[in-house]
């Protein structure tokens, strides 16, 4: 079955650091790919997207690439700050328009120092 | 005001008894959802519904039953609570957007069964 998997945490680093956080998956059919962030104390919040290969998705400086060749949707950001602190959940929405279910990620747990 | 809201944001209670934890939205979607969140366990689909009238069991159903009331209203029922069903509960939404399904998220609920 379709499945998501991402790097364990937790992640710390300093502030201006430079992020990855690894996420690979395995579908059939052509996924869409998530990134969802959970700030304490809060619901999920989609922090970006991309719905086909090679498209990149970004928001609030992070980026990830949808890459079909190595299935992967590596989140990236090139100045963390201590307000990015957060738990982030990779996700694919299993292609088929009656499908409609998101598969998560363990999530990661990230926290950033000043 | 939120999108979704979910309530009680908190409940402890105790095992046996029957818990209904309720969530509401006012984006106008078809599809509600919930899950249940546990330390390293990403989210896990328990219950999902199309609309009014369709309602599908997702990964971990046993032992909690839903209701969807009306569009804008989906409950999630524990019948005789147990300590293992101590977790964050999510309820979110999704409407259709081409074959991008983003799913938006209530603020969760904190179950704590002794």
């Known amino acids: 079955g379709n499945s998501v998997t991402q790097m364990e945490g937790p992640v710390t680093l300093s502030e201006e650091a430079f992020l990855t956080i690894n996420c690979t998956y395995t579908a059939t059919g052509y996924p869409s790919l998530f990134w969802y962030v959970q700030y304490p104390g809060e619901g999920l919040q989609l922090l970006l997207k991309a719905t086909k290969a090679d498209d990149k998705g970004s928001n609030k400086g992070f980026e990830a690439t949808y890459r079909k060749e190595t299935t992967s949707f590596h989140l990236e950001k090139g100045s963390v700050q201590v307000s990015d602190s957060a738990v982030y959940f990779c996700?694919?929405?299993?292609?088929?328009?009656?499908?409609?279910?998101?598969?998560f990620g363990s999530g990661t747990r990230l926290s950033i120092r000043p | 005001d939120a999108d979704v809201t979910q309530t009680p944001r908190n409940r402890i209670t105790k095992t046996g008894k029957r818990i209904m934890l309720e969530c509401s939205q006012t984006k106008g979607h078809d599809r509600m959802y919930w899950y249940r969140q546990d330390p390293g366990l990403g989210l896990r689909l328990i219950y999902y519904s199309f609309d009014v009238k369709d309602i599908n069991k997702g990964e971990i159903s046993d032992g909690y039953s839903v209701s969807r009331q009306a569009q804008a209203k989906f409950s999630l029922s524990l019948e005789s609570a147990i300590p293992n069903q101590t977790a964050l509960y999510f309820c979110a939404t999704s409407g259709v957007s081409g074959r991008t399904d983003t799913q938006y998220f209530g603020p969760g609920t904190r179950l704590t069964v002794l």
């Open positions: 996700a694919l929405s299993e292609s088929g328009s009656s499908a409609s279910k998101i598969i």
